[in-house]
């Protein structure tokens, strides 16, 4: 079993950056492809960005492709995700995920962190 904790989200100017982490513990998360997903009110869940158990594969959503950068550390048992050049089309609750198996299907993941709030302004 994995439980996750993210941190890091904030209130943003357009333009801007954040870090997102999400820290993990239980035996299986070295083992876990890891992902984020965000959703903002009134839509559905969406996929972000997903690296895999050694952090050689990582994926990306078109929308952030460029922006946002997926990396994990699996000595601290921490995912990261960097988010740059921030939109206010990126406000959402933002969630991280463990996965056996990885993917860009929400309901691939087995384990869900409460999700960290960003907000980008204009």
């Known amino acids: 079993q994995v439980q996750l904790v993210e941190s890091g989200g904030g209130l943003v100017q357009a333009g801007g950056s954040l870090r997102l982490s999400c820290a993990a513990s239980?035996?299986?998360?070295?083992?876990?492809?890891m992902g984020w997903f965000r959703q903002a009110p009134g839509k559905e869940r969406q996929f972000v960005a997903a690296?895999?158990?050694?952090?050689?594969?990582?994926y990306y959503a078109d929308s952030v492709k460029g922006r946002f950068t997926i990396s994990r550390d699996n000595a601290k048992n921490t995912v990261y995700l960097q988010m740059n050049s921030l939109k206010p089309e990126d406000t959402a609750v933002y969630y991280c995920a463990a996965s056996p198996t990885g993917g860009m299907r929400y309901n691939g993941y087995d384990y869900w962190g409460q999700g960290t709030q960003v907000t980008v302004s204009l």
């Open positions: 239980g035996r299986t998360f070295s083992s876990s492809s």
């Open positions: 690296i895999s158990w050694s952090g050689g594969s990582t």
